[in-house]
């Protein structure tokens, strides 16, 4: 059996409040969760990028899932709010610490762009607010082609009444046209009590109009591919995966220390 | 160990099987509080669990059958009766609650079964 994953914990300064999360999530049953960091440009004024606080930093003794005795496994991700289509960047040397990246687009035009050509592993949908566009079969198709997952999350349902009528119209609308398939449904909760259990998730995954088996599959295997294709973008295909390795370059710094610059340079000559 | 211990403490598992579906379904389920020194007595638990359901499904939903069959109202547990139809209606309603008299509260879920006497 695959195990459950909530690929969105909302990211807040405050570390005890973040630290329960964790453990909440811990002893929920989710063995892997990812820290969300939101990313939103605004059009006059350059910003930074968020950059990931170490997880060990961040939490200190992670706290043991409930039925497997094994510590959680928590990732970083970040999520780029689009509402340009210069807003992501590709291969953006800010994007690289993080394990998933996400992108919510805000138009019709840039959700083509975003299940198309983007190389992301999340598309959001917002549940904030009513859809100003519908799903259109060939994006996503195309996204699910790539591998690429659409994410519904629920907590701001739980938190208001209309939010809550926008999550279930956003969510049935794009389940008509993705049939069930790539789709993930985490918490984005911000407080502990937000969270709520797999099977509870799974279950809420059937009013979204998924069948029993895909809204299982929702929390738990779907969220494993979502996993697999984030290690894939960072090598050839998942084929190839290149580091730099730290013995070679303190070696070469040892090099450039001493006097024997002349081999060590063979493009000069 | 003693081999009678081994025997007091046989495995909390059984085997049932249904000829024909069963008729309710039932759910262990724990109230969680912001405030935890907050008292809910039963009639208050049944009477908020009928707004969830009219919350979510409107009067549909509120004309559900759900049963408060044991409550323990130290730890907010209850065990609910529900007719199976109902119980996604029922457990969506549950989890989509996120406010009790204006404060955060969650419903957990502990047990879901179709057998009263596994719960």
Redesign the interface.
């Known amino acids: 059996m695959s195990v459950f994953m909530d690929l969105n914990l909302l990211f807040c300064a405050d570390r005890k409040r973040l630290q329960s999360l964790v453990e909440t999530a811990a002893n929920?049953g989710f063995s892997t969760v990812a820290i969300n960091y939101v990313f939103e440009p605004k059009a006059k004024k350059k910003q930074e990028v968020p950059s990931p606080v170490p997880i060990s930093e961040l939490i200190g003794q992670l706290p043991v899932v409930q039925g497997r005795s094994r510590p959680i496994r928590v990732l970083n991700r970040l999520t780029v709010v689009m509402s340009e289509a210069n807003h992501f960047r590709p291969n953006a040397t800010e994007y690289r610490p993080f394990d998933l990246l996400a992108v919510q687009p805000t138009t019709e035009k840039l959700f083509h762009a975003a299940c198309l050509l983007c190389d992301v592993d999340i598309v959001c949908i917002s549940v904030m607010e009513k859809l100003p566009f519908i799903f259109k079969r060939a994006p996503v198709n195309g996204a699910i082609d790539r591998g690429v997952v659409f994410e519904v999350s629920?907590a701001a349902?739980?938190?208001d009444?209309t939010m809550?009528r926008y999550t279930i119209a956003n969510a049935v609308s794009l389940m008509e046209s993705c049939k069930g398939k790539n789709v993930i449904i985490s918490s984005a909760a911000e407080?502990a009590?937000?969270?709520?259990?797999p099977?509870?998730?799974t279950?809420?995954g059937?009013?979204f109009g998924l069948s029993l088996a895909d809204s299982k599959e929702a929390v738990s295997s779907t969220c494993r591919a979502v996993l697999l294709h984030a290690e894939t973008r960072k090598t050839a295909s998942g084929i190839i995966y290149t580091m730099k390795k730290q013995q070679q370059q303190e070696e070469e710094q040892d090099a450039a220390g001493c006097d024997a610059p002349a081999a060590k340079r063979p493009k000069q000559t | 160990m003693s081999p009678n211990d081994t025997k007091a403490e046989s495995s909390g598992y059984q085997r049932v099987v249904l000829k024909n579906a069963s008729p309710h379904h039932y759910l262990k389920v724990r109230l969680?509080l912001?405030d935890e020194t907050c008292r809910v007595s039963s009639v208050e638990l049944k009477s908020f669990i009928i707004t969830c359901l009219k919350?979510?499904h409107g009067e549909v939903g509120a004309a559900l059958d759900v049963g408060v069959l044991k409550y323990e109202e130290e730890t907010l547990t209850a065990l609910l009766r529900v007719q199976s139809r109902g119980l996604?209606k029922l457990?969506?309603s549950?989890?989509?609650?996120?406010s009790y008299q204006n404060q955060?509260?969650?419903f957990?879920?502990l047990q879901?079964s179709h057998q009263r006497n596994l719960c």
Not at chain 2, 94 to 98: A, K, P, R
């Open positions: 929920l629920y349902a739980i938190r009444s809550r407080k009590l937000e969270i709520r259990g099977y509870d998730i279950n809420l059937l009013l | 969680l912001e919350g979510l996604v457990w969506s549950l989890t989509l609650q996120g955060a509260c969650a957990r879920v879901v």
